[in-house]
Nanobody, 121 residues
């Protein structure tokens, strides 16, 4: 089984930065595509960023392009989300997810417990 544990969330002022980490259990981390999702109060969960198994391909939702960077270190079984120039609208619970290549982010994906990011104005 895969267990994902997020960390690095917290309270930050607008314009500040945070780096989220997601540590994965298991020895097959490199087989998974990894993603970061977020859910704000009263909103549906949305994908923020994703990265393929090798780190050679990334995806970002338009609202975070140029501000957020997803990366992974397969040797450490860890995926990161560097968040710069944070805005109040980035406030949400952030979740990491893992999915085998080609399976998407549906019911077969693994999910972390989430970490709160709060951006004050």
């Amino acid at each position: 089984q895969v267990q994902l544990v997020e960390s690095g969330g917290g309270l930050v002022q607008a314009g500040g930065s945070l780096r989220l980490s997601c540590a994965a259990s298991g020895r097959t981390f490199s087989m998974y595509a990894m993603g970061w999702f977020r859910q704000a109060p009263g909103k549906e969960r949305e994908i923020v960023a994703a990265i393929n198994w090798s780190g050679g391909s990334t995806y970002y939702v338009d609202s975070v392009k140029g501000r957020f960077t997803i990366s992974r270190d397969n040797a450490k079984n860890t995926v990161y989300l560097q968040m710069n120039s944070l805005k109040p609208e980035d406030t949400a619970v952030y979740y990491c997810a893992a999915a085998l290549s080609g399976t998407g982010w549906g019911t077969n994906a693994y999910w972390g417990q989430g970490t709160q990011v709060t951006v004050s104005s």
